[in-house]
C-alpha cells in the first residue's frame, strides 16, 4: 500500500512563487508543527502542478525529525485497495497496529479513494483517528474542495476541515525553471 517516495522530489528542489507560495508555507508548516496546525492539509490543483512533489517534500522534510518510519505514505487507490485486501486476508488487526504507531498519514490523489462496504468503516476511522489524535494528516486532489463532497460523505471525514491550498500553474518562466531542474 506504500508508496515509494521520490528522492528528487524535496523542499529543495522544489520551485516556490506565485503559483505555490502558499501551498509552501502550509507545507513548512507542517514540517515544523505536524498535527498541531494545518490538519489535515489539502493541497489540490490540476495535473502537473506539483502535488506530488509536494507529498514527496512534506514526507522528507519530516522524516528528518520524526523518522521515516513514523510516516505512510500512499495513493487513493493503493490505500483503499490495500485495505480491501488485507481485510479479506484477515489483516484487520495488522493494519490497526502499524496505524496506531504511524503519526503522519500523506494520500497522494485522495479523489481516487475506492470506498466500499467493507473498507470504509476502517478509512473512516483511522482518518478521524488521526485527527483527533493531532496526528497529521496530508491529502492531495485535483478536485476543489467543493466537488469532494460526495467523497467525503462516502468516507465520513472533512478532508475540508483543517486547511486548503489550491496550486495554479506556473508563469512561462516559472515553468521553464522547473523544468530545467528537472
Known sequence: ????LIPTYNFQTLIAGSHNRFAHAAAMAVVENPGVIYNPLLV??????????FVNSISYGLSASIGQGNIFVTDGIKFSKGVELALKDG???RLEQMFAKVKVLIIDDVHLLMISEANKKYISKWLNDFVAQNKQVVV???FPPKARSGL???VGFQFTQGWM???KMPAAQAYKAILAQL
Open 1 to 4: 500500500m506504500e508508496l515509494p
Open 44 to 53: 489540490f490543483g490540476s495535473p502537473g502542478t506539483g502535488k506530488t512533489h
Open 91 to 93: 489483516g484487520a488487526e
Open 140 to 142: 492531495t486532489s485535483v
Open 152 to 154: 467525503e460523505d462516502a
Open 165 to 167: 491550498v489550491d496550486l
